[in-house]
């Protein structure tokens, strides 16, 4: 059985692939369970639903949440971004549903003062600022969630920079403007009260937002979950696109020992197309009583 319950769309996030384009994959690579899980949007859920039925792929319902995380270890209690996958949850839930338009509320405003501070930044280049015919245009390329990864790509198409990782190392880090807050014991209550299961996302991701920001040693980051997150999750991601055989291993043992569930995916966002090539064990599945 394959498994994948981490990929994001076109449609409601940063992927590069719409909804009906991933399906279509997932198909042919004859992946049996799968999820949505876009950033901080749940509104594709029903067509996502809808496409898993139609090819004949088990679905649960998903989406990723960025939170807020403090540490007292780790510079005087600065807070981290961490992510917090939900799963199984209701749809039609009120609270997360206003929740997720809060967010998304926000993301658009966010949006507009990172170009603030990207404007102030190509001014002192000597280069044309970006103005409200731009703004649109990254929108528009945005379909979903309008993110940094949206802008980031919209400077590559204009030649400002060479790729998305210089965009992000010359100007959108500088630029950034925080995030909503949003934290641990919020999202969980959220997604709990919705019916869903709380599970933290790719604990030891050296590229992504993950507990390798407070640690690199993967017996702290346990020890941290067990210390400070513990009461809020139902679940690890143990299986992740850049988890390693240490990190799967130690991960998983962790999960067995407090009764949490398990979970993996690609986190796809289709460069390259990694949806269903995790080695996924079938009991993965069997946890959601499908």
Same mark, same amino acid.
């Given at each position: 059985?394959?498994?994948?319950?981490?990929?994001?769309?076109?449609?409601?996030?940063?992927?590069?692939?719409?909804?009906?384009?991933?399906?279509?994959?997932?198909?042919?690579?004859?992946?049996?369970?799968?999820?949505?899980?876009?950033?901080?949007?749940?509104?594709?859920?029903?067509?996502?639903?809808?496409?898993?039925?139609?090819?004949?792929?088990?679905?649960?319902?998903?989406?990723?949440?960025?939170?807020?995380?403090?540490?007292?270890?780790?510079?005087?209690?600065?807070?981290?971004?961490?992510?917090?996958?939900?799963?199984?949850?209701?749809?039609?839930?009120?609270? $997360?549903?206003?929740? /997720?338009? %809060?967010?998304?509320?926000?993301?658009?405003? @966010?949006?507009?003062?990172? *170009?603030?501070? &990207?404007?102030?930044?190509?001014?002192?280049?000597?280069?044309?600022?970006?103005?409200?015919?731009?703004?649109?245009?990254?929108?528009?390329?945005?379909?979903?969630?309008?993110?940094?990864?949206?802008?980031?790509?919209?400077?590559?198409?204009?030649?400002?920079?060479?790729?998305?990782?210089?965009?992000?190392?010359?100007?959108?880090?500088?630029?950034?403007?925080?995030?909503?807050?949003?934290?641990?014991?919020?999202?969980?209550?959220?997604?709990?009260?919705?019916?869903?299961?709380?599970?933290?996302?790719?604990?030891?991701?050296?590229?992504?937002?993950?507990?390798?920001? $407070?640690?690199?040693? /993967?017996? %702290?980051?346990?020890?941290?979950?067990?210390? @400070?997150?513990?009461?809020? *999750?139902?679940? &690890?991601?143990?299986?992740?696109?850049?988890?390693?055989?240490?990190?799967?291993?130690?991960?998983?043992?962790?999960?067995?020992?407090?009764?949490?569930?398990?979970?993996?995916?690609?986190?796809?966002?289709?460069?390259?197309?990694?949806?269903?090539?995790?080695?996924?064990?079938?009991?993965?599945?069997?946890?959601?009583?499908?």
């Amino acid at each position: 059985m394959k498994v994948d319950l981490h990929i994001h769309s076109k449609d409601c996030s940063d992927g590069r692939l719409p909804l009906t384009d991933i399906f279509d994959i997932a198909s042919k690579r004859a992946v049996d369970l799968i999820s949505i899980t876009d950033h901080d949007a749940i509104e594709c859920q029903g067509r996502a639903k809808a496409l898993a039925e139609s090819h004949g792929i088990h679905y649960i319902t998903g989406v990723e949440l960025n939170i807020t995380f403090s540490h007292p270890g780790y510079r005087e209690g600065k807070p981290i971004s961490l992510d917090l996958l939900g799963y199984g949850y209701h749809m039609d839930d009120k609270a $997360l549903l206003n929740k /997720i338009q %809060e967010l998304r509320a926000h993301r658009e405003k @966010r949006a507009v003062r990172i *170009l603030e501070n &990207l404007n102030k930044e190509l001014m002192k280049e000597g280069l044309r600022p970006f103005d409200e015919k731009d703004l649109r245009a990254i929108e528009q390329s945005a379909d979903g969630a309008l993110g940094r990864p949206h802008i980031a790509r919209y400077m590559v198409q204009k030649g400002i920079v060479s790729d998305v990782q210089e965009a992000f190392d010359r100007y959108l880090v500088k630029c950034d403007v925080p995030k909503l807050p949003l934290s641990l014991e919020e999202a969980s209550e959220l997604i709990r009260n919705a019916g869903g299961k709380a599970v933290l996302a790719h604990g030891n991701d050296p590229n992504g937002t993950s507990l390798r920001v $407070l640690t690199r040693d /993967i017996r %702290e980051q346990l020890t941290i979950i067990k210390e @400070r997150m513990l009461n809020f *999750l139902d679940g &690890l991601e143990c299986w992740h696109a850049r988890h390693d055989k240490d990190t799967i291993k130690a991960y998983l043992s962790f999960a067995r020992k407090h009764g949490l569930l398990v979970t993996g995916g690609s986190d796809c966002h289709q460069n390259p197309v990694r949806i269903g090539t995790l080695d996924i064990p079938a009991y993965v599945a069997e946890q959601f009583q499908l």
